[in-house]
């Protein structure tokens, strides 16, 4: 199935990204779409440009062609305890906020199941993200039992990512069903989404909307499902998040927030 609510999505921002915003909206718009999240990287992946560019977001309008756009953003986890590579400034901007492992200069690849699930846990507890994406990711193995109790616990979403699903993180088909099922065990809220990288791939997430219609995961869980299913989320959400993050990573790498390299 595919929905009309697509909640990651890429611009070329992103410079592995290959459509502008505007592309990513009249594309949106032409098939029907209802709301769409541009989510670009957080500045920890390698090839992103300066963290200004997510601050910046604020200039883009709420509808494009009738199209929603929600302002968000794909943070990285760099730490253990939860830490991400956002600061105040850009969590304050942003109306929805997705987290996950990509492998970065602090948080490499291939760390043990028991640390990844301690990172992923702590960043739930914390509330800083909305929903925590492509955990099928076998390069970044968890504890799906107990990640999908933590999310039920703390209301955030866990996405089934199709782009994963469809070669980009090989290895993750087994691993998204063993997700989706306990999360489904449960009741936690799901997103299905492209993690767009070009604007035609938005909306069409027949992968990732197969595992979910296999284990006839519930509609009303389902963030994509309905625009009220989403909105009434996302205000949930608005008031569970922390006023005030106190993540260091763009203090720490952008020294005064004003550099425009990043330092090793």
């Keep these: 199935?595919?929905?009309?609510?697509?909640?990651?999505?890429?611009?070329?921002?992103?410079?592995?990204?290959?459509?502008?915003?505007k592309e990513n909206a009249d594309y949106a718009a032409e098939t029907g779409m209802?709301?769409?999240?541009?989510?670009?990287?957080?500045?920890?992946?390698?090839?992103?440009?300066?963290?200004?560019?997510?601050i910046n977001i604020r200039i883009v309008p709420d509808y494009i062609n009738g199209v929603r756009i929600l302002k968000g953003v794909e943070a990285n986890i760099v730490g253990e305890n939860g830490e991400l590579d956002i600061n105040q400034k850009i969590y304050e901007q942003m109306e929805i906020i997705l987290a996950g492992f990509h492998g970065n200069h602090l948080y490499p690849k291939n760390q043990d199941r028991e640390k990844n699930t301690r990172a992923v846990i702590n960043l739930m507890k914390s509330q800083k993200a909305d929903i925590i994406v492509h955990l099928g990711n076998p390069e970044f193995p968890i504890d799906y039992r107990e990640v999908a109790k933590t999310a039920k616990e703390c209301n955030i979403a866990l996405e089934l990512n199709n782009s994963s699903l469809g070669g980009t993180r090989t290895g993750s088909e087994k691993t998204c069903r063993e997700l989706a099922k306990y999360a489904k065990e449960f009741g936690c809220y799901l997103c299905i989404n492209t993690d767009s990288h070009y604007c035609a791939q938005i909306g069409?997430?027949?992968?990732?909307?197969?595992?979910?219609?296999?284990?006839?995961?519930?509609?009303?869980?389902?963030?994509?499902?309905?625009?009220?299913?989403?909105?009434?989320?996302?205000?949930?959400?608005?008031?569970?998040?922390?006023?005030?993050?106190?993540?260091?990573?763009?203090?720490?790498?952008?020294?005064?927030?004003?550099?425009?390299?990043?330092?090793?």
Excluded: C
């Excluded at 920890?44 to 560019?53: G, V, Y």
């Excluded at 260091?248 to 330092?263: D, L, M, Q, R, S």
């Design 1 to 21: 199935m595919d929905y009309k609510i697509d909640l990651h999505v890429h611009s070329n921002t992103n410079v592995h990204a290959f459509s502008t915003i």
């Design 34 to 54: 209802k709301v769409i999240a541009i989510t670009n990287h957080g500045p920890a992946l390698e090839d992103t440009p300066h963290w200004w560019q997510l």
């Design 204 to 264: 069409h997430t027949p992968l990732a909307g197969e595992i979910a219609e296999e284990i006839n995961y519930p509609e009303e869980l389902i963030l994509n499902s309905s625009e009220e299913v989403l909105y009434k989320f996302l205000e949930m959400r608005k008031s569970l998040r922390p006023e005030k993050i106190e993540d260091k990573y763009i203090e720490t790498y952008f020294p005064a927030g004003k550099k425009g390299n990043k330092v090793d």
